[in-house]
């Protein structure tokens, strides 16, 4: 009698998502309407709901609009950036919770070579090439189709990147899966396949802030990044090319500490952290990379990765102009952890490659896990 009444209980969430749709046991997927483009493309905007954690993202840029999670008392509250709207979106902004691509950060003054042929990209921050281009992933529309399963209520999203598009050479196929797993767990699968050797360098760029927008700033947010180097950076945040210990520098997480413990100490204008940590481990294992905890609200964020770089990036630029959920986004308001391979990696032969040939699949693996104590 004991046994059965336990093997029903083990049965029960697992019957649960075998009848995934409609009638979901742990975890759901809707969508809705989200309004136009200005050239007149429909949105729609995903909700994936999985216990007490709700992320939606939506087909303009792949973006994930929202994620809300508990804090320290139970209480659901949302711990990202950006607007309620699509013409928020649409108005420009910097990158909140947008898919990046086809190559991510910088390429120096858009230029590289591949296979003894030069490429030229349109310039669009100072002499650089940033974050796919004028018209890059952030700024598409995405065909989405429902992938959940056991593992969770899932949204894979696929944009087809005509050859030439940006600047960059051959017609690549993107597919991005966003699903809420148990546990409060945020995973981020990308896929890409191409017909031409490109360079490629996929990444998401929520900005978080874990007490909610808008509350203040993340200076007094602890962080752990296991991460023993970085690659230093020109004025306009190319790389060198050398590869530094952080030992030393502000940039030392690998003993938690507050954001804003040194990050006066940093020499940029305006200050603050934009640097590429090298991880320490890359496998596909998904070991953890970065331990974010904010004893205001109690809430922690475990990123995951296979990358062997993360961006971590405070909001520098961040000015009050831009007003989104919660209000005018200030100075040091959030912090990004944009996993990927380094910056201006197809001019630097000593960082891991990242291009992609015909008959190769990129795979990157990312999982952004929510907790709190
Ligand atoms: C870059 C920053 C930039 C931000 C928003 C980050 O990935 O490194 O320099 O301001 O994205 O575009």
Same mark, same amino acid.
């Given at each position: 009698?004991?046994?059965?009444?336990?093997?029903?209980?083990?049965?029960?969430?697992?019957?649960?998502?075998?009848?995934?749709?409609?009638? @979901?046991?742990?975890?759901?997927?809707?969508?809705?309407?989200?309004?136009?483009?200005?050239?007149?493309?429909?949105?729609?905007?995903?909700?994936?709901? %999985?216990?007490?954690?709700?992320?939606?993202?939506?087909?303009?840029?792949?973006?994930?609009?929202? *994620?809300? /999670?508990?804090?320290?008392?139970?209480?659901?509250?949302?711990?990202?950036?950006?607007? $309620?709207?699509?013409?928020?979106?649409?108005?420009?902004?910097? !990158?909140?919770?947008?898919?990046?691509?086809?190559?991510? %950060?910088?390429?120096?003054?858009?230029?590289?070579?591949?296979?003894?042929?030069?490429?030229?990209?349109?310039?669009? %921050?100072?002499? %650089?090439?940033?974050?796919?281009?004028?018209?890059?992933?952030?700024? /598409?529309?995405?065909?989405?189709?429902?992938?959940?399963?056991?593992?969770?209520?899932?949204?894979?999203?696929?944009? /087809?990147?005509?050859?030439?598009?940006?600047?960059?050479?051959?017609?690549?196929?993107?597919?991005?899966?966003?699903?809420?797993?148990?546990?409060?767990?945020?995973?981020?699968?990308?896929?890409?396949?191409? $017909?031409?050797?490109?360079?490629?360098?996929?990444?998401?760029?929520?900005?978080?802030?874990?007490?909610?927008? &808008?509350?203040?700033?993340?200076?007094?947010?602890?962080?752990?990044?296991?991460?023993?180097?970085?690659?230093?950076?020109?004025?306009?945040? *190319?790389?060198?090319?050398?590869?530094?210990?952080?030992?030393?520098?502000?940039?030392?997480?690998?003993?938690?500490?507050?954001?804003? @413990?040194?990050?006066?100490?940093?020499?940029?204008?305006?200050?603050?952290?934009?640097?590429?940590?090298?991880?320490?481990?890359?496998?596909?294992?998904?070991?953890?990379? @970065?331990?974010?905890?904010?004893?205001?609200?109690?809430?922690?964020?475990?990123?995951?990765?296979?990358?062997?770089?993360?961006?971590? !990036?405070?909001? &520098?630029?961040? $000015?009050?102009?831009? /007003?989104?959920?919660?209000? @005018?986004?200030?100075?040091?308001?959030?912090?990004?952890?944009?996993?990927?391979?380094?910056?201006?990696?197809?001019?630097?032969? &000593?960082?891991?490659?990242?291009?992609?040939?015909?008959?190769?699949?990129?795979?990157?693996?990312?999982? !952004?896990?929510?907790?709190?104590?």
């Amino acid at each position: 009698m004991l046994m059965s009444f336990s093997l029903m209980a083990l049965l029960v969430p697992v019957i649960g998502f075998a009848g995934f749709a409609g009638s @979901a046991a742990e975890g759901t997927l809707t969508k809705q309407p989200f309004g136009n483009t200005t050239d007149g493309h429909a949105v729609e905007l995903y909700t994936l709901k %999985n216990g007490t954690m709700t992320v939606k993202v939506m087909t303009y840029g792949a973006i994930i609009t929202s *994620i809300e /999670v508990p804090d320290k008392a139970g209480k659901i509250g949302e711990v990202t950036l950006g607007f $309620d709207t699509l013409e928020g979106y649409l108005k420009g902004h910097p !990158y909140f919770g947008s898919t990046v691509g086809r190559v991510g %950060n910088r390429i120096a003054k858009g230029k590289f070579s591949l296979n003894g042929k030069e490429y030229t990209l349109a310039t669009n %921050n100072g002499p %650089n090439a940033l974050h796919g281009g004028l018209k890059g992933f952030d700024k /598409v529309i995405w065909k989405a189709e429902d992938v959940s399963g056991p593992d969770g209520p899932a949204v894979r999203m696929t944009y /087809v990147s005509k050859d030439g598009e940006e600047g960059y050479p051959g017609t690549l196929t993107t597919k991005v899966t966003f699903r809420v797993a148990a546990h409060h767990d945020l995973q981020i699968d990308y896929e890409a396949t191409t $017909d031409a050797d490109t360079p490629i360098n996929l990444t998401n760029h929520t900005y978080f802030n874990l007490s909610g927008p &808008n509350s203040g700033t993340i200076l007094h947010h602890e962080l752990m990044l296991a991460a023993d180097r970085y690659t230093p950076t020109d004025a306009t945040l *190319i790389p060198t090319g050398e590869i530094a210990p952080v030992e030393g520098t502000p940039l030392d997480f690998r003993k938690p500490k507050t954001i804003g @413990a040194h990050i006066q100490q940093i020499k940029a204008d305006p200050a603050g952290y934009d640097h590429n940590f090298v991880l320490n481990a890359q496998s596909e294992r998904l070991p953890i990379m @970065a331990h974010v905890y904010d004893p205001q609200s109690g809430r922690e964020l475990i990123m995951r990765t296979t990358e062997p770089g993360v961006q971590f !990036y405070t909001g &520098n630029f961040l $000015d009050g102009s831009v /007003v989104g959920k919660g209000g @005018a986004y200030k100075q040091y308001g959030a912090f990004c952890l944009e996993a990927q391979h380094f910056p201006d990696s197809i001019n630097h032969a &000593n960082f891991p490659s990242a291009v992609l040939k015909p008959g190769q699949v990129y795979k990157q693996t990312t999982s !952004y896990q929510f907790a709190t104590r």
